[in-house]
């Protein structure tokens, strides 16, 4: 049989989603009406076969309570936990630290999700391929631009045999654009007997590397890697990967479709667009029908209120109780719950926080986020800011207010025009 593992971080892990993650969990963020991890778990659900999913974290307990409930409705054929680390243990630590919760019933290999990726899953195809070539282990791979590369994972395959050469974790200098998307397919008989030889060869070599660490807003791709030096973390890329690429086991499935990280706020305008494109193309029920003011995809929660004559799309969605007033434009963004957008208001390439309120008249506006550059910061007047515009939970922009470019903190009130800034 097969499960899935589902790594979602823990309250540290989130600070590149602030001023999102201040309010909520980044995994339980909502983009296309559902949470981020329920992308995810829809598509573990598909797996024939797949019966257990477990999500390893180290937030507090309660956190997943009220999602797993839901999902196990949604999902009965699925037994979903949360198991929690006592502290970050890696992305490696947390898979040893529960290896007996996961070789429980004897899976024979088992799927292990990044939860802050957003793409199609092809979870189905990764399988195909694990057992054509009977292999250890398949991670799920996509191209990115040669500049883009060395922010991930790197990839060097055989393009034939789609064998892993070599893995090599955010390398200083370009060896290859296929990426590494944090999905993965292992195993089990494979994978926690590496992950034992790699403690047992610390245990008699000690570590002397540093990694740097980051805590900042607007640098994207900084690995968050504060607690690399502990020495019970370890991590499947930099520790276990490159020794299962001197296997010759170790396949890669190469993603033609979309695949996107979510690592800052911003980045959830991009995957919200993504996953509406997919329901769109799957036709999906939920989202609202095309009209003469509905640009689609549009997703707008059947609470929520939208006068006839705003316009919405494409890629909007609209959380439970926001209210639309008429006449307003918006585009490109995320209108989070009970927010309030007044007439002849427009949003474009933005996220509008729980209750924030934006007045008659008003603009707020983001840029576009480069296409295949992954990055959500943009160079404006030579000054890095955010392509994305974003308010915190009950912020307010005044009637006619501009805002545009501006990262702004929970409770904030903007009563003048603000450009790339961040408001705290
Ligand atoms: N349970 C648990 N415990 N989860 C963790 C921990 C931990 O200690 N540390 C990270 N995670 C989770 C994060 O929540 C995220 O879902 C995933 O593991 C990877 O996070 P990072 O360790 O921050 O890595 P990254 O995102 O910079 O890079 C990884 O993902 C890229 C694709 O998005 C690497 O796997 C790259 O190679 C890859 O390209």
Same mark, same amino acid.
């Given at each position: 049989?097969?499960?899935?593992?589902?790594?979602?971080?823990?309250?540290?892990?989130?600070?590149?989603?602030?001023?999102?993650?201040?309010?909520?969990?980044?995994?339980?963020?909502?983009?296309?009406?559902?949470?981020?991890?329920?992308?995810?778990?829809?598509?573990?659900?598909?797996?024939?076969?797949?019966?257990?999913?477990?999500?390893?974290?180290?937030?507090?307990?309660?956190?997943?309570?009220?999602?797993?409930?839901?999902?196990?409705?949604?999902?009965?054929?699925?037994?979903?936990?949360?198991?929690?680390?006592?502290?970050?243990?890696?992305?490696?630590?947390?898979?040893?630290?529960?290896?007996?919760?996961?070789?429980?019933?004897?899976?024979?290999?088992?799927?292990?999700?990044?939860?802050?990726?957003?793409?199609?899953?092809?979870?189905?195809?990764?399988?195909?391929?694990?057992?054509?070539?009977?292999?250890?282990?398949?991670?799920?791979?996509?191209?990115?631009?040669?500049?883009?590369?060395?922010?991930?994972?790197?990839?060097?395959?055989?393009?034939?045999?789609?064998?892993?050469?070599?893995?090599?974790?955010?390398?200083?200098?370009?060896?290859?654009?296929?990426?590494?998307?944090? $999905?993965?397919?292992?195993?089990?008989?494979?994978?926690?007997?590496?992950?034992?030889?790699?403690?047992?060869?610390?245990?008699?070599?000690?570590?002397?590397?540093?990694?740097?660490?980051?805590?900042?807003?607007?640098?994207?791709?900084?690995?968050?890697?504060?607690?690399?030096?502990?020495?019970? $973390?370890?991590?499947?890329?930099?520790?276990?990967?490159?020794?299962?690429?001197?296997?010759?086991?170790?396949?890669?499935?190469?993603?033609?479709?979309?695949?996107?990280?979510?690592?800052?706020?911003?980045?959830?305008?991009?995957?919200?667009?993504?996953?509406?494109?997919?329901?769109?193309?799957?036709?999906?029920?939920?989202?609202?029908?095309?009209?003469?003011?509905?640009?689609?995809?549009?997703?707008?929660?059947?609470?929520?209120?939208?006068?006839?004559?705003?316009?919405?799309?494409?890629?909007?969605?609209?959380?439970?109780?926001?209210?639309?007033?008429?006449?307003?434009?918006?585009?490109?963004?995320?209108?989070?719950?009970?927010?309030?957008?007044?007439?002849?208001?427009?949003?474009?390439?933005?996220?509008?926080?729980?209750?924030?309120?934006?007045?008659?008249?008003?603009?707020?506006?983001?840029?576009?986020?480069?296409?295949?550059?992954?990055?959500?910061?943009?160079?404006?007047?030579?000054?890095?800011?955010?392509?994305?515009?974003?308010?915190?939970?009950?912020?307010?922009?005044?009637?006619?207010?501009?805002?545009?470019?501006?990262?702004?903190?929970?409770?904030?009130?903007?009563?003048?025009?603000?450009?790339?800034?961040?408001?705290?």
């Amino acid at each position: 049989s097969t499960k899935a593992v589902i790594l979602v971080g823990g309250p540290s892990r989130g600070t590149r989603f602030r001023p999102l993650s201040l309010d909520v969990p980044k995994p339980l963020f909502e983009v296309a009406g559902h949470p981020i991890i329920s992308h995810s778990l829809k598509a573990v659900a598909k797996v024939p076969g797949l019966r257990e999913v477990i999500l390893v974290g180290y937030y507090d307990e309660s956190v997943f309570r009220d999602f797993i409930k839901d999902a196990s409705k949604e999902f009965p054929h699925l037994r979903i936990q949360y198991l929690r680390e006592y502290t970050a243990l890696g992305t490696a630590g947390g898979l040893y630290h529960f290896r007996d919760a996961i070789l429980k019933n004897k899976p024979e290999r088992f799927f292990v999700l990044n939860s802050d990726v957003c793409c199609s899953f092809p979870l189905g195809e990764m399988l195909k391929l694990f057992e054509e070539k009977d292999a250890e282990a398949v991670i799920l791979g996509t191209r990115v631009s040669n500049e883009a590369a060395t922010n991930f994972g790197c990839i060097v395959s055989d393009a034939h045999t789609k064998r892993v050469l070599h893995y090599v974790e955010k390398p200083e200098s370009h060896i290859s654009n296929l990426i590494n998307c944090g $999905v993965y397919l292992f195993a089990t008989e494979c994978i926690f007997p590496s992950i034992r030889s790699v403690i047992k060869r610390r245990a008699t070599r000690p570590r002397l590397l540093s990694y740097p660490s980051s805590d900042n807003l607007d640098s994207s791709f900084i690995a968050e890697d504060d607690d690399a030096e502990k020495p019970e $973390v370890l991590r499947l890329e930099q520790d276990i990967l490159s020794d299962l690429a001197d296997s010759n086991r170790f396949f890669v499935h190469e993603t033609k479709d979309f695949w996107r990280q979510i690592k800052t706020a911003g980045s959830a305008v991009p995957a919200n667009a993504l996953y509406l494109q997919k329901a769109f193309q799957a036709q999906s029920e939920e989202l609202t029908p095309p009209s003469a003011f509905i640009v689609p995809p549009v997703y707008i929660h059947p609470t929520a209120q939208v006068d006839p004559t705003a316009k919405l799309g494409p890629n909007v969605s609209v959380g439970p109780r926001a209210v639309i007033g008429a006449g307003a434009r918006v585009k490109e963004a995320i209108i989070l719950e009970d927010a309030e957008i007044k007439h002849d208001a427009c949003v474009l390439y933005s996220i509008i926080g729980w209750g924030s309120r934006v007045g008659a008249w008003a603009r707020v506006e983001g840029t576009p986020t480069p296409a295949g550059s992954h990055s959500t910061s943009i160079i404006k007047n030579g000054v890095k800011v955010q392509s994305i515009t974003i308010l915190g939970k009950e912020c307010g922009v005044g009637d006619e207010v501009r805002v545009q470019n501006c990262v702004c903190l929970p409770y904030k009130e903007l009563k003048r025009d603000v450009t790339n800034e961040v408001i705290m």
